[in-house]
């Protein structure tokens, strides 16, 4: 099974509540169509070219590379910033009082295509697809989500909640991470092999956190003041991947105590667990499921949910308490937020298996579906290929 073999086999658009009228207003409007490139990275080059900065852009997500995508974008900018380029065009459509964000994404609709199926395994996940439909899937964070996790030392944004500001630093400043180039792994290596040599480390950065965050070290300053150095985006993600991880782990763990589980999926934070067939009292109470992001704030008031959750705080050297006070490191903010444990996918429309075209010989499979914001579409397929019965061994982050 292979997926996103091409762009156009992962479409997303997405719907949005923003007000847009063509009468001036604060904000200008404009939709971002684009191919193998990220938001980011496309937003970035938009405003070089016109010289804004790219605080004045707002968005509601991260769309992804390997996909075909558009999505609405604000800018705080009078002009008309309107560009066509190789992979992206970025089109006016209008104004708006408001600033984009994710609170105005009402959902994402996705088209998909599956390819390089047996006929065995088109049917199993025809099966597995019209399950989820019917059932809905449970809610992960998916793989992307996990970018920072070192899978030698764990997970950044834990070292700095457990004060091993030394180890934290030196994850975030030598993890080598495959889609780096091949000079920036070399350099991250080397930094590895010299840490503690502060001087030599220091001749050797190349991006900014590592200048300033090498240049105190080498100073005599602390591991903290050096982590707050790295960028705004890096730290928020830190915190980010360490609070799905949790998340995802405390719904595993409440999933298997109810006997709950009948397939998984690999991961790159550990397995997947998802339920199988379950009778309609089962389903409607997992529909009712919302758990917060392990985080400042957080109100737990199930006993058997919260039991779970100390047991794994407990398990990574952890406590509620340490979630409850200011940020570790500027930043690193933990805030508990709500999430659905179960995702129940709408105008979902599974297809009939087809030659394929890319890889012949094989068959490939097309699904179309709308799904909230922040839940994940290559989720859905990983609920509807799971294996059957549980992992017998799947790597977990060191603690």
Same mark, same amino acid.
């Given at each position: ?156 944004? @834990?070292? !700095? $909640?457990?004060?091993?500001? =030394?180890?934290? *630093? &030196? ?6 991470? +495959? ?127 919260? @039991?779970? !959750? $100390?047991?794994?705080?407990? =398990?990574?050297? *952890? &406590? ?6 200011? +940020? ?72």
């Amino acid at each position: 099974m292979r997926l996103k073999a091409t762009p156009d086999d992962f479409q997303v658009h997405e719907a949005t509540d923003l007000r847009i009228r063509q009468r001036p207003g604060p904000y200008r409007v404009y939709l971002l169509e684009k191919v193998g490139w990220n938001t980011v990275d496309a937003l970035g080059r938009i405003a070089r070219a016109w010289g804004v900065p790219l605080s004045r852009f707002a968005y509601g997500g991260k769309k992804d590379r390997h996909a075909r995508t558009s999505q609405y974008v604000t800018v705080a900018d009078p002009r008309d910033l309107s560009l066509r380029a190789p992979g992206y065009t970025f089109r006016f459509l209008g104004y708006s009082d408001e600033p984009m964000g994710p609170d105005r994404i009402l959902y994402n609709r996705f088209t998909l295509t599956i390819r390089e199926l047996t006929p065995a395994e088109a049917e199993r996940l025809q099966d597995g697809l019209r399950r989820v439909r019917e059932q809905g899937f449970i809610n992960y964070f998916d793989d992307q989500r996990f970018g920072s996790l070192d899978r030698e030392r764990g997970f950044i944004a @834990e070292r !700095l $909640l457990q004060g091993r500001w =030394e180890e934290a *630093l &030196a994850i975030a400043l030598t993890a080598v991470h +495959p889609e780096e180039s091949r000079e920036a792994k070399a350099r991250k290596r080397a930094l590895r092999e010299r840490w503690g040599q502060w001087a030599e480390c220091l001749a050797l950065s190349r991006t900014r956190f590592e200048r300033e965050a090498f240049g105190i070290l080498a100073a005599g300053g602390p591991f903290r003041a050096a982590l707050a150095r790295a960028p705004a985006e890096d730290r928020a993600m830190w915190a980010a991947a360490y609070q799905a991880y949790l998340w995802n782990q405390w719904v595993a763990r409440l999933l298997g105590s109810r006997g709950w589980v009948g397939g998984w999926a690999p991961g790159r934070a550990g397995p997947y667990l998802f339920p199988g067939d379950l009778p309609p009292a089962a389903q409607a109470e997992l529909a009712r499921w919302v758990l917060p992001l392990p985080g400042r704030g957080m109100r737990v008031s199930d006993p058997g949910f919260r @039991e779970a !959750l $100390l047991d794994l705080l407990a =398990e990574r050297g *952890l &406590a509620l308490r340490d979630f409850q006070g200011p +940020p570790p490191v500027p930043g690193v903010d933990l805030r508990a937020v709500p999430r659905p444990v179960r995702v129940l996918p709408e105008g979902m429309a599974v297809g009939e298996p087809e030659p394929d075209d890319r890889y012949p010989g094989k068959l490939k499979l097309t699904v179309s579906f709308q799904l909230p914001r922040a839940a994940y579409a290559t989720m859905l397929i990983k609920a509807a290929a799971a294996r059957p019965g549980l992992p017998r061994e799947m790597w977990l982050p060191p603690a």
